[in-house]
């Protein structure tokens, strides 16, 4: 089977979020498992046409985004951990762009998302349980304006 026909995996991506360790200089914002939220949808609104009763017309009114929520083992001097306390503590929020990117098994790009002036809104972490032996696991959720899917050949230059 050729590969580009085999489906990608959806375990090896990468994560960049714009301008971060300049500001906020550390640990590099890595490690993340799992990043759920890359979700879209048009909201409708519901036109009853005068003395037409089989059904009502929808007409579409504006564009949905889920927030982005990335998951990964706690780490510390993380800049994203740094630029939430900064927003929590200050209520200032500076937007940054974050980039996931999907690659292949020989670390190419297939597949990228840009989420577009994002900032944190949510931090957590898991309960810690003494009888379990697990990682701590954080999770931080961003909200944004909106996303864009970016083509495989804008990431390689065109090539």
Do not use: C
């Amino acid at each position: 089977m050729l590969p580009f026909l085999s489906p990608p995996v959806g375990f090896h991506f990468l994560l960049r979020i714009e301008g971060l360790l300049l500001e906020f200089p550390g640990m590099p914002d890595i490690g993340f498992t799992d990043a759920t939220g890359l979700e879209a949808a048009i909201t409708t609104e519901e036109y009853k046409e005068g003395g037409e009763n089989r059904f009502a017309h929808k007409l579409p009114t504006a564009v949905t985004y889920s927030n982005l929520t990335l998951k990964r083992g706690l780490l510390l001097g993380s800049s994203a951990m740094r630029w939430f306390r900064e927003s929590v503590e200050t209520f200032s929020f500076k937007p940054r762009d974050i980039t996931l990117i999907l690659l292949n098994e020989e670390h190419i790009p297939l597949q990228a998302w840009n989420f577009v002036n994002a900032y944190p809104i949510k931090w957590t972490i898991e309960g810690f349980n003494a009888q379990q032996n697990g990682l701590v696991i954080e999770s931080i959720e961003f909200a944004h304006q909106y996303f864009r899917r970016i083509d495989v050949t804008d990431l390689l230059g065109g090539i």
